[in-house]
């Protein structure tokens, strides 16, 4: 499975950026989609997560009604909606696929086996 991220920018505090991510290749092996992020000189850390078929996504606290993970089948692509940014929400942030089927999806990011190259979301105070 090929991951391709994008719709990462500066925006600043308050506003909104809706990211993409394309899966292409064996698009069947993947049961989940998650995003992932990572802030300079910090850990990757679980955003939100969505089986492709079924299920209620997850969401890390700190994005919990400001973030929605939403899927578009006919294009295999994953969107993750941010709105109300703030400048802690800056970071890379990856889009990642999950082969085995988990209930509630996986927030494990070393349970996600194909990853995209990220795309960069800076939020300015």
């Known amino acids: 499975v090929q991951l391709v991220e994008s719709g990462g920018g500066l925006v600043q505090a308050g506003g909104s950026l809706r990211l993409s991510c394309v899966a292409s290749?064996?698009?069947?092996?993947?049961?989940?989609m998650g995003w992932f992020r990572q802030a300079p000189g910090k850990e990757r850390e679980f955003v939100a997560a969505?089986?492709?078929?079924?299920?209620?996504?997850s969401y890390a606290d700190s994005v919990k009604g400001r973030f929605t993970i939403a899927r578009d089948y006919s294009k295999n692509t994953v969107y993750l909606q941010m709105n109300s940014l703030k400048p802690e929400d800056t970071a890379v942030y990856y889009c990642?696929?999950?082969?085995?089927?988990?209930?509630?999806?996986?927030?494990?990011?070393?349970?996600?086996?194909?990853w995209g190259q990220g795309t960069q979301v800076t939020v300015s105070s």
């Open positions: 990642a696929a999950d082969p085995v089927p988990r209930v509630p999806p996986s927030t494990r990011h070393h349970e996600y086996d194909y």
């Open positions: 290749g064996r698009t069947g092996s993947a049961s989940a």
């Open positions: 969505t089986a492709w078929y079924g299920t209620s996504p």
